[in-house]
């Protein structure tokens, strides 16, 4: 049985919905139930759950509020999650965590490894890092997934951003000197329960131990993600706006974020036989998705 926490959010619900589909034993925990403000309700739901494998989808990922909202990011993202993967390891029972690209301060010029020092430019960079290396301190049975510019046609997101904004304006400004990879949330869940089920099949090996990068296939930049979900969008019947290609000087945020976080996700393949689709192949179906509930009544 697994416990999926941050139910609620785009991955959660995505793990959630796979689970359900193929008939996986899982159970799911969002706040208020579930809160890593609240030490005492993970102990409780751990309890409850008795899981085999926890799988962490909850986390603060609200990047430029975490610079003046930092104890909650804290607790979100190093404290709480530390606190989880304690119990697990108590259990001895894997726990699979999800990180970031923004541990990286994008000035590599290539894609990252995860032997590359991570150096964040902002606090919810830094607390992503620290929960990491306190979670691989414990020494427990914990496989850290960092993945990047999470997409889907649950919750807030880059894509349901656009074409709101899209039905608003004719033109939109994008920026155009960030470089990444679009990773689509069901995409990635399926990632991490194929991780379960090596686990569950080879049993738990020193290898499985650590940090994998998981996006996914591919780059592009903000105004290439944007003009393809537009692309995509106007197949179906949607007026697309111009979109302006501009750079990170013209758009400027609280929180630096990084110019190149390419994830070389080589080490998932190897280790695990994984690998995340190509990014614009798991697009159509999202902007779809995306149309359908956010069609204006
Ligand atoms: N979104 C991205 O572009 C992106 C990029 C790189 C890495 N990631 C990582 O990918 C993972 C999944 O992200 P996502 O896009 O699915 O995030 P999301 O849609 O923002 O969902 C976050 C989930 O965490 C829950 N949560 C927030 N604070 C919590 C707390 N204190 N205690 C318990 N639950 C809490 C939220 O609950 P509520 O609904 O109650 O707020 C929600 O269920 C995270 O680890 C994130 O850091 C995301």
């Known amino acids: 049985m697994i416990l999926i926490t941050g139910a609620s959010g785009q991955l959660g619900n995505a793990l959630v919905t796979l689970c359900q589909a193929r008939g996986i034993a899982f159970q799911a925990v969002a706040r208020p139930n579930f809160d890593f403000e609240k030490p005492e309700t993970l102990s409780a739901c751990m309890a409850a759950a008795k899981p085999d494998f926890v799988i962490n989808a909850a986390a603060y990922t609200a990047v430029d509020k975490a610079e003046t909202d930092q104890a909650a990011a804290r607790a979100g993202n190093h404290t709480g999650p530390l606190a989880l993967a304690r119990q ?9 965590h999800v990180s970031t690209d923004y541990v990286f301060d994008g000035d590599k010029g290539a894609p990252y490894v995860e032997t590359d020092r991570p150096h964040p430019t902002g606090v919810y960079g830094a607390t992503k890092r620290d929960g990491e290396d306190a979670i691989l301190s414990l020494g427990g049975k914990a496989v850290i997934l960092r993945t990047a510019w999470v997409y889907a046609a649950h919750g807030k997101n880059f894509a349901r951003t656009m074409l709101a904004a899209g039905r ?18 069901p995409d990635l869940a399926a990632a991490i329960l194929a991780i379960v089920g090596k686990i569950e099949a080879t049993g738990w090996r020193p290898d499985y131990r650590g940090v994998f990068h998981a996006t996914g296939a591919g780059e592009t930049t903000w105004h290439g993600f ?7 969008a106007a197949k179906l019947g949607y007026k697309a706006p111009a979109v302006q290609p501009i750079s990170t000087a013209e758009w400027p945020t609280p929180t630096r974020r990084p110019p190149d976080s390419r994830l070389n996700c080589t080490k998932l393949a190897q280790v695990f036989g994984v690998t995340l689709p ?6 159509p179906g999202i902007v779809a998705g995306l149309l359908a509930l956010d069609a204006p009544s």
């Not at 944007?226 to 995509?232: G, N």
Request: proline share 8%; glycine share 2%.
């Open 88 to 96: 697990c390891s108590q259990r001895d029972i894997p726990f699979i």
């Open 168 to 185: 608003r304006m004719p033109v939109l400004r994008v920026v155009a000197d960030q470089r990444g990879t679009p990773t689509a949330a």
């Open 226 to 232: 944007a003009a393809a979900i537009f692309e995509e």
């Open 278 to 283: 190509e990014w614009r192949a798991s697009l």
